[in-house]
C-alpha cells in the first residue's frame, strides 16, 4: 500500500528566508510523486512532479523538490520565501497499479512572516 | 493544455433539494475522472472514481444512492448530491487523467456547495 506523510502542519519561515516543506513516503512500486499548492478558497496549482527521470526537480515559482530513494522523502525547497509563497501545499503519491488514484498528505500551511 | 473546468464555481441549495456539479476537460480526452471533497483546513479526500461509459467506483464509506456520479463522455463527468443535506456542505474537487500521460491528474477549480 502506498501513503505519504507530510511532518509538519505549520511552518512559518520569515519573508527572504529559505523554505523547507517536509515529506516521506511508502510504496511498493516505483512512485511517481508531486507537490500541488492550494491558496485559500481556490483549487490545486502543480508545482512540481517526479515520474523516475532526473532525482532534482525543478517547478514553478523557484521551487524544487529532490527525490531520495534512500530516505524515502521529497521534501520540497525554497531558496527564499516570498509573500505570496503563503499558502497550503500538498504532496502527493500517485498509484501506478492502473487505478492512477492520488493519494495525498494532509497539508502544510505555509506561513510567510514580513 | 489540460485545462479541467467545474460548473458552478460556488452553489447554496436548500436542504432536501438536489444539486449537480460538472467537470469538463477542455482539451483532452479524460480517460478517467475523479471527485473529491476537501473540508475546512483539510486535506483532499477522494469519494469515487470514474471511467467513460461505466460505472464509478466509489471508496468505502461514501454513499453511491447519496452522490450519483456519471461519465457520459470523455469529456464530462457529474457529480449530484441528493437530497442534500447541511453535512453536505463542502469543497467539491473533480479531476481528469488524460490516458496519454498517465500519472498526471488535472484539476478543475472546485465547487463550494452551501446547504441551508
Known amino acids: 500500500a502506498q501513503s505519504v506523510t507530510q511532518l509538519d502542519s505549520h511552518v512559518s519561515v520569515s519573508e527572504g528566508t529559505p523554505v523547507l516543506l517536509r515529506c516521506n513516503y511508502s510504496?511498493?512500486?516505483?512512485?511517481?510523486l508531486f507537490w500541488y499548492v492550494q491558496h485559500p478558497n481556490k483549487g490545486l496549482q502543480l508545482l512540481l512532479k517526479?515520474?523516475?527521470?532526473?532525482?532534482l526537480v525543478k517547478g514553478i515559482n523557484g521551487f524544487e523538490a529532490e527525490f531520495k530513494k534512500s530516505e524515502t522523502s521529497f521534501h520540497l525547497t525554497k531558496p527564499s520565501a516570498h509573500m505570496s509563497d503563503a499558502a497550503e501545499y500538498f504532496c502527493v503519491v500517485s498509484d501506478p497499479t492502473g487505478t492512477y488514484k492520488y493519494i495525498f498528505g494532509t497539508g502544510t500551511r505555509l506561513k510567510v512572516l514580513a | 493544455g489540460a485545462v479541467v473546468s467545474q460548473h458552478p464555481s460556488r452553489v447554496i441549495c436548500k436542504s432536501g433539494t438536489s444539486v449537480k456539479i460538472e467537470c469538463r476537460s477542455l482539451?483532452?480526452?479524460?480517460?478517467?475522472m475523479f471527485w473529491y471533497r476537501q473540508f475546512p483546513k483539510k486535506s483532499l479526500m477522494l469519494m469515487a472514481t470514474?471511467?467513460?461509459?461505466?460505472?464509478?467506483?466509489?471508496e468505502q464509506g461514501v454513499e453511491k444512492d447519496k452522490f450519483l456520479i456519471n461519465h457520459a463522455s470523455l469529456t464530462l463527468s457529474t457529480l449530484t448530491v441528493t437530497s442534500a443535506h447541511p453535512e453536505d456542505s463542502s469543497f467539491y474537487i473533480c479531476?481528469?487523467?488524460?490516458?496519454?500521460?498517465?500519472?498526471?491528474?488535472?484539476f478543475g477549480p472546485g465547487t463550494r456547495l452551501t446547504v441551508l
Open positions: 479531476s481528469a487523467r488524460d490516458g496519454g500521460r498517465r500519472n498526471e491528474q488535472f
Open positions: 470514474s471511467n467513460e461509459g461505466s460505472k464509478a467506483t466509489y
Open positions: 482539451d483532452f480526452q479524460a480517460t478517467t
Open positions: 510504496s511498493s512500486y516505483s512512485p511517481s
Open positions: 517526479y515520474t523516475s527521470a532526473a532525482t
